[in-house]
């Protein structure tokens, strides 16, 4: 069990750049590896990118590869998702979460979730 609180969302003319964080619960952070997702208004909650337990190996959906990265800092309990060059259809809140094994990239393979942090990017 892990408990997660997203921050960092917020509004950004496209082309420019936002960096969210995870911050998470508990001493067994570094046991889980972590995902990013998102939700557009209407739409169903989508795999974004996700990182290994010591943060080695990584995965990003097409959509965003080469513009987002994921990287973690264990001994801060912390996940982060830089994202660059973004667009208006990167829209949407964004959700971290925790899963038990790498890579996952369906939102049904992970158990515990944050509340979410607003991204709205203006054309």
């Known amino acids: 069990q892990v408990q997660l609180v997203e921050s960092g969302g917020g509004l950004v003319q496209a082309g420019g750049s936002l960096r969210l964080s995870c911050a998470a619960s508990?001493?067994?952070?570094?046991?889980?590896?972590m995902g990013w997702f998102r939700q557009a208004l209407g739409k169903e909650r989508a795999f974004v990118a996700t990182?290994?337990?010591?943060?080695?190996?990584?995965l990003y959906a097409d959509s965003v590869k080469g513009r987002f990265t994921i990287s973690r800092d264990n001994a801060k309990n912390t996940v982060y998702l830089q994202m660059n060059s973004l667009k208006p259809e990167d829209t949407a809140v964004y959700y971290c979460?925790?899963?038990?094994?790498?890579?996952?990239?369906?939102?049904?393979?992970?158990?515990?979730w944050g509340q979410g942090t607003q991204v709205t990017v203006s054309s």
């Open positions: 979460a925790s899963s038990t094994s790498f890579p996952q990239v369906t939102r049904y393979e992970y158990a515990d």
């Open positions: 508990g001493r067994t952070f570094s046991s889980y590896p």
């Open positions: 990182i290994s337990r010591s943060g080695g190996n990584t």
